[in-house]
T-cell receptor, first 113, second 114 residues
Framework: AQSVTQLDSQVPVFEEAPVELRCNYSSSVSVYLFWYVQYPNQGLQLLLKYLSGSTLVKGINGFEAEFNKSQTSFHLRKPSVHISDTAEYFCAVSRINTDKLIFGTGTRLQVFP | NAGVTQTPKFRVLKTGQSMTLLCAQDMNHEYMYWYRQDPGMGLRLIHYSVGEGTTAKGEVPDGYNVSRLKKQNFLLGLESAAPSQTSVYFC?????????????FGEGSRLTVL
């Protein structure tokens, strides 16, 4: 079975500062990895995904994530955040060739002016 | 562009009552899912469907039933609601192309069971 751990439930940052949201996964088989974002009172939408190939993945809104197989991590980064990035971010994992995603518990990113 | 539409968006039930949440998608997606979201627990998969007429259990299926009689619709039923089922429910769909990983979510249905 697969599982996802998001180490921080909340991350407060000031606008224009860099941010890293941490995600570690556990699996005995090869996996796909995802980051989703949820803005207040909305459903989730895909930020980025790692399926194979380059371990550095770029997504929407200036976010990127790096797959590190040895550390079983898939941390999300942005070099300079905006107020509009305030949202909840979910890391997710699935076995390869499936769409059955297992989500982490989420990290609430709060950006202050 | 409707995408994934959930009805109703809000509902209050008394313990023991029944109800059905409806999910409709207009993207001709094969796969559909029902998740529940609870504070500090993220999203947990209740049931899912890989095609019309099929359903399968997810992580937390107890107390729920589902049906997928038409490709575009996925219904989630609560036969006898319990306070533990107070949650926000999200429906999602995906193409079913292996490994695409992109789920398209509805805006959620907030259910309160008193």
């Amino acid at each position: 079975a697969q599982s996802v751990t998001q180490l921080d439930s909340q991350v407060p940052v000031f606008e224009e500062a860099p941010v890293e949201l941490r995600c570690n996964y556990s699996s005995s088989v090869s996996v796909y990895l995802f980051w989703y974002v949820q803005y207040p009172n909305q459903g989730l939408q895909l930020l980025l995904k790692y399926l194979s190939g380059s371990t550095l993945v770029k997504g929407i809104n200036g976010f990127e994530a790096e797959f590190n197989k040895s550390q079983t991590s898939f941390h999300l980064r942005k070099p300079s955040v905006h107020i509009s990035d305030t949202a909840e971010y979910f890391c997710a994992v699935s076995r390869i060739n499936t769409d059955k995603l297992i989500f982490g518990t989420g990290t609430r990113l709060q950006v202050f002016p | 562009n409707a995408g994934v539409t959930q009805t109703p968006k809000f509902r209050v039930l008394k313990t023991g009552q029944s109800m059905t949440l409806l999910c409709a998608q207009d993207m001709n997606h094969e796969y559909m899912y029902w998740y529940r979201q609870d504070p500090g627990m993220g999203l947990r998969l209740i049931h899912y469907s890989v095609g019309e007429g099929t359903t399968a259990k997810g992580e937390v299926p107890d107390g729920y039933n589902v049906s997928r009689l038409k490709k575009q619709n996925f219904l989630l039923g609560l036969e006898s609601a319990a306070p533990s089922q107070t949650s926000v429910y999200f429906c999602a769909s995906s193409t079913g192309q292996r490994g695409s990983g992109e789920l398209f979510f509805g805006e959620g249905s907030r259910l309160t069971v008193l």
